[in-house]
């Protein structure tokens, strides 16, 4: 017989929610989030139960525990929020509570009248056990009561005592717990900084930032152009690799084979003889300079993130230091990266399956902690899917364990169970199939997959209507209007997104050629001279986004994500609600760049909190009107010339029978 | 750096099914069954993938394998098909495949006109590898193939020689795997015997089998009545408990409290002077008498099971030898089993929480072991979910570690959370909810979820229309009709099922009072004379009923049932598929005892294997009457007071176009 089964111990745990894969990878919430956990507790027999959520910080000696409530069919439910970044455990305990059986069967000996001498004399042991496991005051009040249901008095009155509910109270406190069952695994929620929650993300081009057509933009332009960024109420300010780049067949303009004299190259071809991932692109400007511009931008409430792609230039340093790092091919040269036909002769893949790995590793793991060095927090990681995912779930791990602040955001454009695995595996944030989810049916099924089904868990996802590789269609051909619909999606959908500018809010939308995705004349393979105040850019409305998103706390979650029935396919509507229902935000979005658009929206106005015929405001954040609605069925009509959406704040009459409503 | 991880391994493997509550449980199949395991397999990157399904009895030291197909979206598919009782474990692996991704790219590379040599040598190079690995013929060939490539041919020639496929099918039987990875963890699955998933119980008092009314029926009586149980096609005949009943507190007839001289007591009430749950009841005959019976019922056919009730009368020989196994009042005596206000002073519950545990569990164990020493080897248990869930998980599991073939039937009416966790637990078959599931609706809803639901892996529903517990309201209602649908539904939605007779074939449905479903008179607590040869019994069509089990494989295995639309409330319609497809079976019942029904049933011709315009035959193998129907809706009409029910075999035509048809 195994000794190791406690088999005393009689309660069962199973079914406990929210696990990963039975607890292979973590649950992900933010500072300040709840953790709500079920579970199915229950025991042989008749017997009450006791449930309680244990969790602690690792690293913490001691448990913290929270209550357990019963909510019927066997299941029971607790809740803790987080309070710090880190790894918190959590598992569930149960026991039998005898006291609590032993009370319930008591009142019905009462009610039958039945003798109770027996069952007072096993009421007085439980309460006199639990005496000796109380403290402070308690030990000595239980010990009173077992005297008194012990004592001389009648047994009527006895009885009456051992129902008191003060007796039950204190009971309560002092359950006996030596027979309890944990669940068998610790399950673990990863809490990051509330940054990975609700972010605003605002990529350029730094050496695009010069003030003078034709001259390489430094860190100290890029610091000229971050009062524009933040006035714009932004949160991150991501940089494509900040690294020297490589000669070896360097890209020209628009991808070219063939480069002139001057042409600046693609960032992502990292590395040269001036240095790879922890050196500074000279063209660009020097360390201290970017230490200083992380400075600066943090002052202004921006946080600079880091493109991390982890692939060399033929140029770059390690490709000589440490060729058993790079698949070596039988002509004794470097495997270039390719896809048969195609072939990118200037980027050499990393090979993870180097005999070497662990040095690479740890090399790879330096790059992350030099730039931490750097005051860096922030990291968007290129092409994750295309290097070793036990070595993503190893490093992640490794930086968040002393740094566990850290936002990793994954450029992970793959099918769904990769991009999912990079999110099990430590990736804070994931960019995904957003550019490409334009029609209703599209978006309303592909944000309800996010926001709704298991992966939330663990899968956060960043909406990105652009990047510097990806130019949708839709906004190829639908105009400026096509920006601002995009944009309000992205920002009132995800309580996460991104653009790419001043691309975006300059409506640049010329691609290569047609049918594909690239822009013409892009930024990754020369420079631009963008004018951000040019009065077609959409900046203001931009400011007015995010400004609407900081001030309601309904968008900066996502689960309470929820889509409403509006009789146009080209209009679409959905609400968002805070977490204690107090701001409510109602979006209606015209879809179609090109039309004026109206429908009537079907509200559930008793889940939004309003009364059946009592009206309500609706008050356009956007356009600053405000509406009064009644009933479910409201009438709406968007012209995309004008403005493309409505994001209303529900905004509920609490006083009716006033002559001055008062509106919260 | 963990050394532990194979850091080279690239592919992962998640989304392995089945699997139970993250591996936690074993999944169930019977001897013969196939096992189905599909998993989500990709890599970082675009290099091909192998699969294997690995698998192995547990003690057997070399691992089979089975291949895995890629079924779309990186998911992958392999079987094994079970041989043998016992535990088999199985896992996946997966391997990044060098060959399989050079001549995807090299196939590309000649169509694109590319220069081949590089991508020759590298070819070559894999194919040396391989025939380094290979063995018998292979080794030479592969070295053979390798020389080719490496060649003094042409360019064209041995490209034409990389891409032959038999090259490819040579490479495919010695991939490179030194890289792979293996799931992290090895899942369970318990194989029992085939009548885990095909089995008809019976269950009668052996105590009731004497032909003289008021004479105490013995096994040597019981064995005279093993022809008449074997010829309606039983497989399994189940005794209640067979063991000395208590004295103290005996109850009398219908559960009085008062016995008067001769009362045979309840055989629940369990152990007396003449000893527990390893003695046997003076009355019944000697352990010789049992074990003759047992192996007079194997000659035809019969397994005996045993009922396994373990708890205690006062008088069992187990409360004085150990009272520590029982809960002790303050008053000095044992807890009696109550349930306030109703009390049970003739049983004595185990306590699991004595802290003389282990000794329990062992004499527990003992039981078992006696009875599979005397030639039992199907356990009927009562009560399980008042016995303590790791107690069973371990009995069970020590049962079958040495008696694989051994069947567990789990008498678990209780909550559904309890329930299943008793399948969990190692039970190998449950009574259910089947006895108050009695409308189309109840019945749809509720053998759906057990035979599509996840639980299916394993819980094995075995169907009572009733017990010697429960005399269902509908039984007691419907008259003779109601037996015949109760039976038919039973027999025919569930591989497994089982009846209480002969109250059953001769329809027994007096209850003790109203409102009860107690039945009046129960053989529990007194001696009862049968007829089983009374004109108006149901032995015939339980016969017929049990032949067409026997004969139709679609009626062996639950998983393939599914309801068919009837425009009717009082009709329902369902089919069940062999595994081949081979054999089909439409079952049409009439709910209703009271009155003739009629409706259209409607099929899903296609799925079962039925061209839209070709006319089939139905064979009602319960009325022996054929139809000829054709197109997906058809009429049928059910007089319960005749026949409530069809029992078709569906007999494709496969030769319309002559004149003489060929059914089969």
Known sequence: ?????????????????????????????????????????????????????????EGDRQWREAPMVFVGNDRWRGEFRTET?????????????????????????????????????????????????????????LADWAARLAGNASVAERAAWALDEGLD?????????????????????????????????????????SPEPGRHGTFRDCEARLPYVASMGFDVLYLPPIHPIGLTFRKGPNNSL????????????????????????????????????????????????????????????????????????????????????????????????????QSLWEALRGVFLFWLDQGVRCFRVD????????????????????????????????????????AKAGFTQSYNYFPWRNTKWELTQYLTEVTKEAGREYFRANLWPNTPDILPEYLQLGGRPAFAIRLVLAATMGASYGIYGPAFELCENRPREPGSEEYLDSEKYQLRTWDPERPDSLKDLIRRVNQIRRESSALQSDWSLRFHPIDNEQLIAYSKRDEEGDNAVLVVVNLDPHHVQRGWVDLPLEELGVKAHQPYQMHDLLGGIRYLWSGPHNYVELDPAVAPAHVFRLRRRVRTEQDFDYYF
Chains 1, 2 share one sequence.
């Open 1 to 57: 017989m195994n000794e190791d089964i406690c088999g005393r111990c009689r309660p069962v745990i199973e079914g406990v929610v929210p696990q990963v894969d039975g607890g292979r990878f973590p649950i992900k919430r933010s500072v300040g989030e709840r953790v709500v956990v079920e579970a199915d507790c229950f025991v042989d027999g008749h017997d009450a139960l006791g449930c309680a959520l244990c969790y602690r910080l």
């Open 85 to 141: 970044c880190g790894r918190y455990l959590y598992s569930v305990q149960c026991w039998v509570d005898p006291f609590a059986s032993w009370r319930r069967d008591f009142a019905k000996r009462v009610e039958a009248e039945q003798d109770l001498s027996v069952a007072l004399q096993m009421g007085e042991d439980l309460v006199q056990d639990a005496a000796a496991r109380a403290h402070d005051g308690d030990a000595g009040a």
């Open 169 to 209: 109270r204190a009971m309560g406190r002092y359950p006996r717990r030596d027979l309890a069952s944990t669940y068998e695994r610790e399950l673990v929620c990863v809490v990051d900084p509330p940054l990975a929650r609700f972010s605003a993300w605002y990529e350029l081009f730094p050496r695009s930032t």
């Open 258 to 357: 063939s480069t002139g004299h001057g042409d600046p190259g693609s960032p992502w071809a990292l590395g040269s003889p001036a240095g790879g991932h922890t050196a500074v692109h000279p063209e660009l400007g020097t360390l201290g300079d970017f230490r200083r511009l992380v400075a600066k931008a943090r002052a202004l409430g921006l946080e600079v993130a880091l493109d991390v792609a982890f692939q060399c230039s033929p140029d770059h340093p390690w490709v000589s230091e440490h060729p058993e790092w790079f698949v070596q091919r039988p002509d004794g040269t470097i495997q270039y990266a390719e896809n048969p036909p195609k072939k990118y002769q200037d980027i050499y893949p990393l090979n993870f399956e180097s005999e070497d790995w």
């Open 383 to 422: 092409n994750p899917h295309t290097k070793s995912l036990h070595f993503w779930e190893w490093v992640i791990g490794e930086i968040k364990r002393t740094s566990p602040e850290t936002l990793f955001l994954a450029e992970a454009f793959t099918r769904p169970k990769l991009m999912h695995r990079l």
